[in-house]
T-cell receptor
């Protein structure tokens, strides 16, 4: 079946550091890929998405590129801020927006 | 996008009781889903709420424990029945908007069972 594997956390960085959170997936067919973010005490917010190979999703300085050859969708940001501290979830869905499958989540803490 | 509200936002319940969680969206949507997020864990899909018919449950989840209603295109309820401490979780409603490849999530209901 479909699955998503994220790098284990927690991840702690200093402000303005470069961020990479790895995400790889296993899926039949051609899934859509997503990154969601969960700030402390809140629900999930969509951060970015990509629906086909080589697409790049971007939002709020975050980027991720859909790599079919490596089945990956790594999240990157060039310079993180304290306000980026949250839990980040990589997810996939087949057949459009049905049945999201989530990775285990990566807790990110940014220190000033 | 869609604006989703859930009620209650949090609750503390006694074991053996039941709690009904409401999810309201501000526009008509094709799909509504219920997820569970156990403490420190990722999200797991409980079921797809189908308008006018029985919900479609994922493996490991049954209707007797998690009855779901969806009377129209903007509203759904999830009941957590005969609760035990293992049911302590965040329960999230999500929706898929017609024509978009995206699910949007409500703020969640934080449930603690004593």
């Amino acid at each position: 079946g479909n699955s998503v594997t994220q790098m284990e956390g927690p991840v702690t960085l200093s402000e303005e550091a470069f961020l990479t959170i790895n995400c790889t997936y296993t899926a039949t067919g051609y899934p859509s890929l997503f990154w969601y973010v969960q700030y402390p005490g809140e629900g999930l917010q969509l951060l970015l998405k990509a629906t086909k190979a080589d697409d790049k999703g971007s939002n709020k300085g975050f980027e991720a590129t859909y790599r079919k050859e490596t089945t990956s969708f790594h999240l990157e940001k060039g310079s993180v801020q304290v306000s980026d501290s949250a839990v980040y979830f990589c997810a996939l869905s087949e057949r459009g927006a049905q049945k999201l499958v989530f990775g285990q989540g990566t807790r990110l803490t940014i220190n000033p | 996008s869609a604006v989703i509200s859930q009620k209650p936002s949090r609750d503390i319940c006694q074991r053996g009781t039941s709690l009904t969680i409401q999810c309201q969206v501000d526009s008509q949507v094709t799909m509504m889903f219920w997820y569970r997020q156990q403490p420190g864990q990722s999200l797991t899909l409980i079921a797809t709420a189908n308008q006018g018919s029985e919900a479609t449950y994922e493996s490991g989840f049954v209707i007797d424990k998690f009855p779901i209603s969806r009377p129209n295109l903007t509203f759904s309820t999830l009941t957590v029945s005969n609760m035990s401490p293992e049911d302590s979780s965040i329960y999230l409603c999500s929706v898929a908007v017609t024509g978009q490849e995206t699910q949007y999530f409500g703020p969640g209901t934080r449930l603690l069972v004593l």
